[in-house]
């Protein structure tokens, strides 16, 4: 049972990270989103787990912080750009 809430859990992260990332590279927004922004187009999920999210994402160096703003970094940018990320 542990197992299966650990690995609920960490695709809960997964898909909150993707749906960051999706966020960030929309073309009918700002490339700047605050973290109040994202919440409510994800429907508001728990905003602990979408600081966590950012945390991550921009510790890998995929999305760019300053201060309350997020968007999507230069490399994640070529890479849509490619067409390397695809929904």
């Known amino acids: 049972m542990q197992e299966q809430e650990t690995t609920t859990s960490s695709d809960q992260a997964r898909r909150l990270e993707r749906a960051i990332i999706l966020q960030t590279l929309r073309d009918d927004h700002d490339s700047c989103w605050s973290q109040l922004e994202l919440e409510a187009e994800l429907g508001r ?18 999305v760019e912080r300053s201060g309350d703003a997020v968007r999507a970094s230069r490399a994640t940018l070529r890479l849509s750009e490619l067409e390397l990320i695809a929904i």
């Open 45 to 62: 999920p728990d905003p602990t787990a979408i600081g966590d999210a950012l945390t991550r994402l921009t510790q890998a160096g995929v």
